[in-house]
């Protein structure tokens, strides 16, 4: 079974603090993947990544940076943390990009900004 | 743009009804169609996929899906339905041409169970 691990199930910062969220996933997954999930609005993504060093925006990545310097690990970086950012943030991974590949989730982080 | 449209947010049933979850795609071209899961504090759990060539496609516990391509729909079934399904339910679709393979996901339908 694919493990998709996040560091934290709840996690509480300060109003422009830098905010790191770790992911890491145990099956050579070449593509990661960053949401956040808000109450009645499902999941937007935030990054995305085919490869080590690779990144691309999704749909929703201001105020967020993200790095992936080996393949298994995937973070995700709030610059300066701010109250709109409170939410629950999770990670994917999937072997390839498309088809039907599907996205192995994490068990998310929920994060509160104060 | 692909959009996906869960028809009511919130569904409740007694324990042993039949579950319906509705969820509808705009692609004219048919897109790969996903059902995901997530319980209370948890991540998204794949419940099933379609494979192209079948319209209805079985899940893990009891779930199974009907792909109608002249309906643009995907509507989650199951025949009678357990306290233990009580979760969050959210249709996804990746279209086949869609650059970087990217799921887009509905609003999710938060189901309750009534014993």
């Known amino acids: 079974d694919v493990k998709v691990t996040q560091s934290s199930r709840y996690l509480v910062k300060r109003t422009g603090e830098k905010v790191f969220l770790e992911c890491v996933q145990d099956?050579?997954?070449?593509?990661m993947f960053w949401y956040r999930q808000d109450p009645g609005l499902g999941l937007r993504l935030i990054y995305f990544s085919y490869d080590v060093k690779m990144k691309e925006k999704g749909d929703i990545p201001e105020g967020y940076s993200v790095s992936r310097e080996k393949k298994e690990r995937f973070s995700l970086i709030l610059e300066s943390a701010s109250t709109n950012q409170t939410s629950m943030y999770l990670c994917?991974?999937?072997?390839?990009?498309?088809?039907?590949?599907?996205?192995?989730f994490g068990d998310g982080t929920r994060l509160s900004i104060l | 743009a692909q959009s996906v449209t869960q028809l009511g947010s919130h569904v409740s049933v007694s324990e042993g009804a039949l579950v319906l979850l509705r969820c509808n795609y705009s692609?004219?071209?048919?897109?790969?169609l996903f059902w995901y899961v997530q319980y209370p504090n948890q991540g998204l759990q794949l419940l099933l996929k379609y494979t192209t060539g079948a319209t209805l496609v079985k899940g893990i516990n009891g779930f199974e899906a009907e792909f109608k391509k002249s309906e643009t729909s995907f509507h989650l079934t199951k025949p009678s339905a357990h306290m233990s399904d009580a979760a969050e339910y959210f249709c996804a679709v990746r279209d086949p041409g869609n650059q970087g393979g990217k799921l887009i996901f509905g609003q999710g339908t938060e189901l309750s169970v009534k014993p």
């Open positions: 692609s004219s071209v048919p897109p790969y």
């Open positions: 994917a991974s999937s072997l390839w990009v498309g088809g039907n590949q599907p996205q192995h």
């Open positions: 099956m050579d997954h070449e593509n």
